[in-house]
C-alpha cells in the first residue's frame, strides 16, 4: 500500500497515527470481507493510497471526549471513507479517468457498469455499517453531506466550460464537493466524543475553512504540480471544462486564451491557459483565498478546549498551507 | 384498520413524493417521474397488520421507497442503453435523497434497511444486469413495516417468512406466506395491477 503524505510527513501526533493505522487495518479488512467482484477492484482501490484526511478528523474531533467507543469509531471513520471513495469511483467513470494516484481506476480495468455498481454498493455500505451503530445522529452528518455531495457534482457537471462564473457560485460547489464531508466527519466525532455545542460549533467551522482551502489547493495544483505525482497531467481541469478560481481569476483579465482553450483543449491551447494563469497572478491570487479559509479555520480550531486534539487540528491547518505553498 | 385509510395514506405518500421532487435539481427533477406506489402499498400494507399508525414517518419511508425504486430503475436504464453521465449523476442524487428523506425518522435501524436495498440490487446486478430490483425493494418495504409499525408477534414471523421468500418467488408465492385477510389480498391486486 501506498504511504499517505499524512502518514509521511505526520502533522498530526503519533495518538491521532496510531489510531489512523488501526483505522487503516480495519478498513482494508472491512473491504475484504465482501464477495469477491466488490472486494478486489475496491481493495484495488484502497490501496492506491490516499490521504485519509476525513478519517483523521473524525479521530481527533472524536479524541475531544473521554471515552470514546473504539468499535463506533472504526466504523464511524470507515463509514465517511466508503462515501469518499464511492464518490471517487463514480468520479471516474464521469471524467473517463483511466487512472488516479497513478493506479488504473475501477471503470479501467472492470469497465464502468461495474465501476458504477461498486460505488453504489459501496455508498449502501457506509449507511448500512453507520446504522449498525443503532446512533441516528451519527448517521444524519452523513446522509447532510451526501445530499450535498450528489448536488454538487450535478451542479459541476451543468457549469463545465461557463466562462461568467463567480467566485461566490465556485465557492458554493466546492463546499458541497469537498468541505461538507470534512464537515461531516468532524461532526461525527463531536458527536461520539458528546462535547457540547459551542465545541461542535467550532469544530463545524473548522472542517468548513479546512475543506474550502483544500479544495482550492487542489484546484491550484492542477496548474503548479507534477504530473507524475499528480497521476494526471497539468491543466486537467481546462481540459474536462471545470472552471476552478485561479481560473475565475485569470478570466478577470482581458485575455483569449482561457475561452479558447476552455472552449478547444488542445495540448498546445491548454499549455499557452495555463501559462497565462501563472503570468497573471491567478495562483497568488487563489492562494491568498485558500490561506483565509486556512486561518479562520486555525482561529476556529484555536478556542477548542486545550489538548494534542487542539494541537493537532492546528497543525493540519498549518500542513495544508505548507505543504501546499 | 381498513383500506380506504391505507389509501390515504398511500395517497399522502404520493404528494410528499411530487411535493419533494418538484424542488430536486434539474435534470432530476425532470427524470424522476410519478411513483409507481407499489411499495408504498406493500410498505402501508404490512403497517396495516397493526393497530400503530406513524403518520409522518411512515409517509417518508414510503417516499424513500419510491425515491430508490426510480433511482434503480434510472440505472437499469443505464445498464440496457450504456452508461450517460445524466443518468449517473441522478441516480446518485436520488440515493442521497432516499436516505435523507428517513433522518427525520430517527431509526438507525430505518437507514439499515435501505442502505441494505441498496447494497443487495447493486450486488445483484453486478451478477446479472437484467435483474429485477424490485424483490430486494419489497422486501425492504415489508422489513420496513415490522420495523416501523407495531405489529402482533405472530404477524411480524410471517412476515419475516414472507420478506426472506421475495427474492425467490417475486411477484407471486411470497404472498401466501402473509397473514390472511383483506391486506394479503389487497397486496395481491396491487402486485398483479403493476407487474
Known amino acids: ?158 457549469t463545465l466550460r461557463q ?148 494541537r493537532d487540528l492546528i497543525s493540519l491547518g498549518n500542513f495544508v498551507i505548507d505543504r501546499y505553498h | 384498520m381498513c383500506l380506504a385509510e391505507l389509501e390515504v395514506e398511500v395517497n399522502r405518500a404520493r404528494e410528499r413524493f411530487i411535493e419533494i421532487a418538484a424542488d430536486f435539481q434539474s435534470p432530476a427533477r425532470e427524470l424522476v417521474g410519478e411513483p409507481d406506489l407499489l411499495l408504498a402499498k406493500l410498505f402501508f400494507g404490512t403497517i396495516m397488520l397493526g393497530d400503530h399508525r406513524p403518520r409522518e414517518s411512515g409517509v417518508r419511508a414510503a417516499v424513500s421507497l419510491e425515491l430508490l425504486n426510480r433511482a434503480l430503475e434510472l440505472g437499469k436504464e443505464q445498464l440496457k442503453t450504456g452508461y450517460r453521465e445524466e443518468l449517473l449523476l441522478v441516480t446518485d442524487y436520488l440515493y442521497a435523497q432516499a436516505i435523507d428523506e428517513v433522518i427525520a425518522i430517527e431509526e438507525a435501524a430505518v437507514i439499515g434497511i435501505l442502505a441494505g436495498a441498496i447494497m443487495a440490487a447493486a450486488a445483484d446486478r453486478m451478477e446479472d444486469p437484467r435483474a429485477d430490483h424490485r424483490p430486494r425493494l419489497a422486501r425492504a418495504a415489508l422489513d420496513l413495516g415490522v420495523a416501523i409499525g407495531q405489529i402482533d408477534a405472530r404477524a411480524v414471523e410471517m412476515v419475516k417468512a414472507a420478506s426472506l421468500r421475495l427474492k425467490i418467488d417475486w411477484p407471486g408465492l411470497w404472498l401466501e406466506l402473509m397473514p390472511e385477510g383483506w391486506v394479503r389480498e389487497y397486496l395481491t391486486i396491487s402486485i398483479e395491477a403493476s407487474t
Open chain 1, 1 to 158: 500500500m501506498k504511504i499517505s503524505l499524512v502518514k509521511k510527513e505526520k502533522p498530526v501526533s503519533i495518538r491521532a497515527l496510531a489510531l489512523l493505522d488501526k483505522f487503516e487495518s480495519f478498513f482494508t479488512s472491512l473491504i475484504a470481507a465482501e464477495s469477491a467482484p466488490i472486494s478486489v477492484p475496491a481493495l484495488a482501490a484502497v490501496r492506491a493510497g490516499g490521504k485519509r484526511l476525513r478519517p483523521l478528523l473524525l479521530i481527533i474531533s472524536a479524541s475531544l471526549g473521554s471515552k470514546v467507543d473504539k468499535g463506533k469509531l472504526l466504523n464511524a471513520c470507515s463509514a465517511v471513507e466508503l462515501v469518499h471513495l464511492a464518490s471517487l469511483v463514480h468520479d471516474d467513470v464521469l471524467d473517463g479517468s483511466d487512472t488516479r494516484r497513478g493506479v488504473s481506476t475501477i471503470n479501467a480495468n472492470f469497465g464502468q457498469t461495474r465501476a458504477i455498481l461498486i460505488g453504489d454498493y459501496l455508498f449502501g455500505l457506509a449507511f448500512r455499517l453507520l446504522s449498525k451503530e443503532g446512533e441516528n445522529r451519527l448517521i444524519e452528518p452523513l446522509a447532510i453531506a451526501s445530499v450535498h455531495l450528489s448536488s454538487g457534482e450535478l451542479r459541476q457537471r451543468q
Open chain 1, 163 to 310: 466562462l461568467d462564473q463567480r467566485i461566490d457560485e465556485y465557492l458554493g460547489k466546492i463546499y458541497t464537493k469537498t468541505a461538507a464531508l470534512f464537515i461531516a466527519s468532524c461532526l461525527i466525532g463531536a458527536r461520539l466524543a458528546e462535547v457540547d455545542e459551542a465545541t461542535a460549533a467550532l469544530l463545524e467551522d473548522y472542517a468548513g475553512g479546512l475543506g474550502m482551502a483544500f479544495q482550492i489547493y487542489d484546484d491550484i495544483l492542477d496548474f503548479t504540480g507534477d504530473a507524475n505525482v499528480l497521476g494526471k497531467p497539468i491543466g486537467n481541469d481546462i481540459r474536462e471544462g471545470t472552471v476552478t478560481l485561479p481560473m475565475i481569476y485569470a478570466l478577470n483579465h482581458d485575455d483569449d486564451y482561457l475561452p479558447r482553450a476552455l472552449n478547444n483543449p488542445t495540448s498546445a491551447n491548454i499549455k499557452e491557459a495555463v501559462d497565462f494563469v501563472h503570468a497573471c497572478g491567478a495562483i497568488d491570487s487563489a492562494r491568498e483565498k485558500a490561506k483565509e479559509f486556512v486561518a479562520g479555520a486555525i482561529q476556529a480550531a484555536g478556542d477548542l478546549p486545550d489538548g494534542w486534539p487542539r
